[in-house]
């Protein structure tokens, strides 16, 4: 088997991060994490064959603050892109492999959110690649996001919206690519790490090393004891206790919503519904309150999704390190 590179996706709040800490500690295995390379720089400046365009782009590259780990080479990436292809794709693999050697590890992947979006691309441009998609308790991981951002984030609308479309994308995936694209529930991955780990190092090809349970290729990840909404456990441990909490942040009215939306999908991955009675006034509230302005959010959702789908998603200023930073840190 002629090995490519390895990509985790999935929303956010879905155990991308406890996936990547594990493959990331793998002996073969070099993972970034949250570069969003195709969300923020596919197709963005240009033709890359042309140097202006090239030398923009390598620009906010090295000024990117999810790249910073990754210690890139820019006259080295410079030189290599130049003598081959000169594509998004190669240009990204390029800087991929440049941390993969400098952790002298021979494969790499990446760790970003919503990568589903790119997985076409990807495949064409990686036919080896093997894509492994996150999938959580719609509840769990909207009141997840809830909780850890302090914000309602759309309301269940949106929460709806956002699993159903990530969930579309996986299953169609998964029947176009049956031997390249993994869906892996969260739930699974928890409650059986190792044995879910060798049927994920089956599928990407590697052999599965114990070494892996003990997340030591993620320090960061690891030593904090996770990334949980609900506080932090002991480190290197893989904790359950993030699932089916849900009931303490939604409301009744938020759950029901979801259930009757997505009800039967969330079936499919053995997700059972909570058995939700409302008051006479809840229910009026719900009926006609919650439904309307819920379905309204889902429905703004997807209309702003494929207009960005269609003009690209702009690098946030927040992410690039300013020009006097830029200077001081010597890069």
Not at 60 to 73: F, H, T
Not at 144 to 163: E, F, I, M, N
Not at 183 to 207: D, N, S, W
Request: aromatic share 12%; hydrophobic share 40%.
């Amino acid at each position: 088997m002629n090995k490519g590179p390895i990509f985790i996706a999935g929303l956010e709040r879905s155990g991308t991060s406890l996936i990547y800490a594990l493959l990331a500690s793998h002996p073969n295995i070099a993972m970034t994490r949250r570069t969003n390379l195709w969300t923020y720089f596919y197709n963005q400046y240009g033709d890359l064959s042309k140097p202006k365009n090239f030398e923009r782009c390598l620009k906010d590259l090295l000024r990117y603050k999810r790249l910073l780990p990754v210690q890139l080479d820019a006259e080295k990436l410079r030189r290599d892109f130049n003598n081959g292809q000169m594509t998004y794709p190669r240009l990204f693999a390029l800087i991929e492999e440049q941390y993969a050697q400098r952790l002298g590890r021979p494969r790499w992947g990446d760790k970003s959110l919503n990568t589903e979006r790119y997985a076409d691309q990807i495949f064409e441009a990686y036919p080896n690649a093997r894509i492994i998609h996150m999938q959580r308790d719609p509840r769990d991981r909207y009141a997840s996001a809830v909780k850890r951002w302090k914000v309602s984030r759309g309301g269940a609308g949106v929460g709806t919206a956002v699993w159903l479309s990530s969930l579309h994308l996986a299953r169609r995936h998964r029947a176009r690519y049956p031997q390249k694209y993994m869906i892996v529930r969260y739930e699974t991955l928890a409650r059986e790490p190792e044995k879910t780990l060798k049927t994920i190092c089956a599928f990407i090809g590697e052999e599965y090393d114990p070494v892996m349970l003990g997340m030591q290729g993620a320090e960061q990840f690891r030593d904090e004891g996770g990334n949980s909404s609900y506080g932090q456990h002991e480190p290197g441990r893989i904790s359950t206790r993030s699932i089916g909490r849900f009931q303490e942040v939604l409301s009744p009215r938020q759950i029901a919503f979801m259930q009757m939306v997505i009800g039967s999908q969330m079936a499919k991955f053995d997700y059972a519904p909570n058995l939700i009675r409302l008051s006479l006034l809840e229910g009026a509230l719900f009926l006609f309150f919650d439904i309307p302005l819920n379905a309204l959010r889902m429905l703004v959702w997807y209309a702003r999704e494929a207009f960005l789908n269609q003009i690209g998603r702009t690098l946030p200023s927040y992410r690039i390190i300013k020009e006097m930073e830029h200077a001081d840190a010597g890069v």
